[in-house]
């Protein structure tokens, strides 16, 4: 069975930096597209980020620049570094898979403050 923790958000002024981890279990992170995905009070979750097996990787144009994915296949982890956060940037952030879907964490939340 296939689990995603999240974990790394917290509160912090525009122009701060966050680094969100999400640690897999079940399946390697190292074989699979993953993503990170995000949901703003109010609007549906959108993907911004995802990291293929070769370290492809595509960003969102809302974060193109200041977000930057990453994994550590040793650690079966995936992380996202958050920096230039904009307030627009709140939200609860969700690792997955892409584009086969599993079951979804609990997500770590997210505050941008102006």
């Known amino acids: 069975q296939v689990q995603l923790v999240e974990s790394g958000g917290g509160l912090v002024q525009a122009g701060g930096s966050l680094r969100l981890s999400c640690v897999v279990s079940g399946s390697r992170v190292s074989l699979n597209v993953m993503g990170w995905y995000r949901q703003a009070p109010g609007k549906q979750r959108e993907l911004v980020a995802t990291?293929?097996?070769?370290?492809?990787?595509n960003y969102a144009d809302s974060v193109k620049g200041r977000f930057t994915i990453s994994r550590d296949n040793a650690k079966n982890t995936v992380y996202l570094q958050m920096s230039s956060l904009k307030p627009e940037d709140t939200g609860v952030y969700y690792c997955?898979?892409?584009?086969?879907?599993?079951?979804w964490g609990q997500g770590t939340q997210v505050t941008v403050s102006s």
């Open positions: 990291i293929t097996s070769t370290w492809n990787r």
């Open positions: 997955n898979f892409q584009p086969n879907i599993v079951p």
